[in-house]
């Protein structure tokens, strides 16, 4: 029987497939050490490590503080943790116990803080390795219960698989307990989704278009109004100067109904316009090209479908919401992409203004004011009486003084007439279009700052509801605490106390399709559906149990159990992509195989100053793999033999390490 680990390439294209909701969290550096950190700094970016699952960089850093000589007891007792956490005795390497030996005349043993009552918490639990002494373990669960809490589930969670012995059955059962109490504290359920969005995009909008007029335009109204205004005047004069009193009221009268007429015209000119313009944007496009698949205005497409489909007002038909409103949902959209496109800014980040824009689709759908504009923009018939009324006054004093001027002064009054009418149209085309565009200018500058105080007060609201989303270590926690019950799980279902399994292993790996995935700058990726896998080694076999866990419910579906000898097992493989990507093999001698993608392409999404290299490792290390790995390349090397050798080969290893740490702690 043969055990092979061995790297061979595998594609990681299908990384993101399911993927709705991904964020990376890179303004947030609980995992980032900047260059030249002191002691301080390294500790607490250490310490974060650990509580994110990620023990042996944790250990890595906090060694470095203590050699530097700052030996607080914080320091070493979270280093202490960083060595045993997620390991048995006998994986600890020469290095580590050499550490140890060389630290033991180092630690600041005559402090009274907390940090030493939790180091002398595990110098007693190391006390009651392999002791069958009742007494010793009431004590121990009696100094358990009366340290600070977060030490407590610090200690716990950490030194699971180091104890053995009766004081494992005393361990697990405070570790179980601790897991049901924490995993859905702090509001699990309500925040958890939080951690999978990225902190959002600040609101744009399309700027309103400037008034298109030019000092061109402007000049030649003023030109071709001095022009008409000197023809209309010597036509005046020449009627104040015949001393004709109809004229003359005719002339009066005109300039009162031609005030009106441009007044009220230009309103109803400006209405007929404005709605023409919102009509085209409700009005459903014509057929055109989709955009790229994969592209970022593609992307945006996707999201307007989602939420359209999502929002549907109630007691709507779906298709009819769909159809009616797909005009403006496509207008919405190109402004989007128009606004965002040369951004760095993903669909991501400005889901939320997306799901604003539908969201404020269907409110006024709802409220009946998605047409309100027409009645708003629909000029009164008694203004459009007036106009045409006024129109008609001017027009006809108009033909009045002229035909009374024409005769006292024929050539001049014809003269000025033709100049008249020849400057009057491009002096009242050019005002009407300059009025039209500064009126234009206004209303759209008026909607663009509504709609960004509209914009910012829902990022606002999003913002607010976001800052309550878990840290990593959180996140990590919770996840430590389902892994705990669903090997709970597994002994109970196959009756088996912890002094029954020799060894467990648990592997945690994303379900396809997650749905849902987010990490820290330096962080493994944290996912909205896991596969975990349990392995639990007993002297009648391996005993397996999977199943895919809903993060956000904290809930447990699918489980599948196996059972199978020592014997059976025929190779144990990973498989690692160029990119880092790994999957894990179980092979069994009957054909059966047990595959899992372990951890996704460190190379994905990388932020400014992330190493992929460092990122695999941080996967590695929280994925479980290394101690499922020691556990069974063992088993399908060895067989059943394993467990002895493997206790021989350990047990000076075990006493070495046993006597420095105590050397270390007493």
């Known amino acids: 029987m043969t055990v092979r680990q061995v790297t061979m390439p595998i594609h990681d294209n299908a990384a993101n497939v399911g993927v709705q909701a991904e964020s990376v969290h890179g303004d947030i550096t609980v995992y980032f050490l900047p260059p030249g950190a002191g002691p301080e700094e390294k500790l607490r970016v250490g310490v974060n490590y650990l509580n994110g699952g990620m023990p042996s960089k944790a250990g890595e850093l906090i060694y470095d503080v203590l050699m530097s000589g700052h030996t607080s007891s914080e320091a070493w007792f979270h280093w202490l943790l960083a060595v045993i956490s997620g390991r048995t005795l006998r994986q600890l390497s020469e290095e580590d116990i050499a550490k140890l030996s060389a630290a033991r005349s180092r630690l600041p043993l005559h402090r009274q803080d907390i940090w030493a009552d939790g180091l002398r918490v595990i110098s007693r639990l190391l006390d009651a390795l392999g002791s069958q002494q009742a007494e010793l373990r009431q004590l121990v669960r009696k100094e358990l219960a009366g340290l600070d809490p977060l030490l407590r589930e610090k200690i716990v969670r950490h030194l699971q698989l180091f104890l053995s012995g009766p004081v494992e059955d005393e361990m697990w059962t405070v570790s179980v307990a601790e897991a049901r109490n924490a995993q859905r504290a702090n509001g699990r359920s309500e925040r958890v989704w939080r951690f999978f969005y990225p902190a959002p995009a600040n609101p744009r909008a399309r700027k309103p278009v400037p008034a298109a007029t030019t000092g061109w335009d402007v000049a030649l109204a ?28 005719a002339l009066l009268l005109s300039i009162g109904a031609g005030y009106l007429c441009a007044v009220h015209g230009a309103a109803w000119r400006f209405n007929v316009e404005r709605r023409r313009a919102k009509d085209a944007m409700h009005r459903l496009p014509q057929q055109r090209k989709a955009a790229p698949s994969g592209g970022f205005a593609n992307r945006v497409d996707r999201l307007f479908k989602q939420y359209a489909g999502r929002y549907v007002p109630d007691r709507v038909d779906r298709s009819e919401w769909l159809n009616v409103t797909a005009g ?56 459009r009486a007036l106009v045409v009324l006024s129109g008609l006054v001017a027009a006809a004093c108009w033909l009045l003084v002229i035909a009374t001027a024409v005769p006292q002064k024929p050539l001049t009054a014809i003269a000025a007439t033709v100049v008249l009418l020849v400057a009057a149209w491009p002096a009242l085309r050019g005002w009407s279009r300059i009025v039209l565009e500064a009126r234009r200018s206004a209303a759209d500058q008026a909607e663009y700052d509504q709609r960004m105080a509209d914009s910012w007060a829902a990022h606002e609201r999003w913002t607010r509801k976001l800052d309550s989303k878990p840290e990593d270590a959180e996140m990590a926690a919770w996840l430590d605490c389902d892994c705990r019950l669903l090997i709970d799980k597994a002994m109970a279902h196959y009756k088996l106390c912890p002094t029954d399994v020799i060894a467990y292993a648990v592997i945690e790996a994303p379900a396809k399709p997650y749905m849902k995935r987010g990490r820290v700058r330096n962080g493994p990726w944290r996912y909205g559906r896991y596969e975990l896998l349990v392995f639990l080694l007993t002297p009648d076999g391996v005993r397996q149990m999977s199943a895919q866990l809903d993060f956000e419910q904290a809930t447990f579906h699918n489980l599948r159990r196996a059972n199978y000898r020592f014997e059976a097992v025929a190779a144990v493989r990973v498989a690692e992509s160029d990119k880092h990507a790994r999957t894990f093999e179980l092979a069994l001698v009957n054909g059966e195989l047990t595959a899992v993608n372990v951890t996704e392409a460190s190379t994905d999404k990388l932020q400014e100053g992330e190493s992929p290299l460092t990122l695999s490792a941080a996967a590695l290390d929280a994925s479980g793999l290394t101690t499922t790995l020691h556990v069974l390349e063992g088993v399908a090397a060895e067989g059943k033999e394993w467990i002895q050798r493997e206790r021989q080969r350990g047990r000076k290893r075990e006493e070495g390490f046993i006597s420095a740490i105590r050397d270390l702690l007493d």
């Open 222 to 249: 003023v030109v071709a109004t001095a022009v008409a205004a000197t023809a209309a005047g010597w036509l005046c004069w020449v009627i104040l100067t015949s001393g004709r009193v109809v004229p003359t009221v």
């Open 328 to 383: 403006i949902r496509r207008h919405l959209r190109d402004e989007i992409v128009e606004a965002y496109r040369e951004t760095r800014v993903s669909d991501k980040e400005i889901a939320w203004l997306i799901r604003h824009r539908v969201g404020d689709l269907k409110t006024r759908w709802t409220n009946g004011t998605l047409w309100a504009y027409r009645k708003q923009l629909r000029t009164p018939i008694r203004t």
